[in-house]
T-cell receptor, first 113, second 114 residues
Framework: DAKTTQPPSMDCAEGRAANLPCNHS???????VYWYRQIHSQGPQYIIH???NNETNEMASLIITEDRKSSTLILPHATLRDTAVYYC??????????????FGQGTILTVHP | NAGVTQTPKFRVLKTGQSMTLLCAQD?????MYWYRQDPGMGLRLIHY???????AKGEVPDGYNVSRLKKQNFLLGLESAAPSQTSVYFC?????????????FGPGTRLLVL
């Protein structure tokens, strides 16, 4: 699975959009980009995933660049409850790595009042 | 649905003691996983199971054993606990029918080995 690089921390004002970047320059054609988050002391929570196209769900939007070497997770109206560690994970959809999510250090997002 | 539950929530062990962590899921998922998370670190995969009666090693399997006797349960055993196994343990599960995998995590078990 391709390696990802994320900034260690970011701040955001409550009510504003939070834009979390992720670099995955070695991503291959069959690898998806996943985002999970972990609120303090809780288990990780799935947010969104994508392959090529931009994706949106009730929690967030995922923007993937045309060359797929980077992506941005967007929380459109951040709240204090969005303060968490956000993990960007790249993995393929099958093969021997099926099921094995590799969590890096992630980005600590702090939402301020 | 309760989702993924873990028992116990917290445990203190002495070095050399044994214990079993229980993970249960009510979503009829085929795949189940055990991760550990050390302070300031990401999660690391210990063992996983692709179905009832099957288990496989993950990234950091040494010192742990697992069993999947029932589809809904995945047990993690520590035969002789060591202080290096002090950690937070998370269980997760996922479907096999999905081409793209989404894992659902439990609330965690905090283990302190003295």
């Amino acid at each position: 699975d391709a390696k990802t690089t994320q900034p260690p921390s970011m701040d955001c004002a409550e009510g504003r959009a939070a834009n979390l970047p992720c670099n995955h320059s070695t991503i291959s054609g069959n690898e998806y980009v996943y985002w999970y988050r972990q609120i303090h002391s809780q288990g990780p929570q799935y947010i969104i995933h994508g392959l090529k196209n931009n994706e949106t769900n009730e929690m967030a939007s995922l923007i993937i660049t045309e060359d797929r070497k980077s992506s941005t997770l967007i929380l459109p109206h951040a709240t204090l409850r969005d303060t968490a560690v956000y993990y960007c994970i790249v993995k393929d959809a099958g093969g021997t790595s099926y099921g094995k999510l590799t969590f890096g250090q992630g980005t600590i997002l702090t939402v301020h009042p | 649905n309760a989702g993924v539950t873990q028992t116990p929530k917290f445990r203190v062990l002495k070095t050399g003691q044994s214990m079993t962590l229980l993970c249960a899921q009510d979503m009829n998922h085929e795949y189940m996983y055990w991760y550990r998370q050390d302070p300031g670190m990401g999660l690391r995969l210990i063992h996983y199971s692709v179905g009832e009666g099957t288990t496989a090693k993950g990234e950091v399997p040494d010192g742990y054993n697992v069993s999947r006797l029932k589809k809904q349960n995945f047990l993690l055993g520590l035969e002789s606990a060591a202080p290096s196994q002090t950690s937070v343990y998370f269980c997760a599960s996922s479907k096999t029918s999905q081409r793209v995998e989404t894992q659902y995590f439990g609330p965690g078990t905090r283990l302190l080995v003295l």
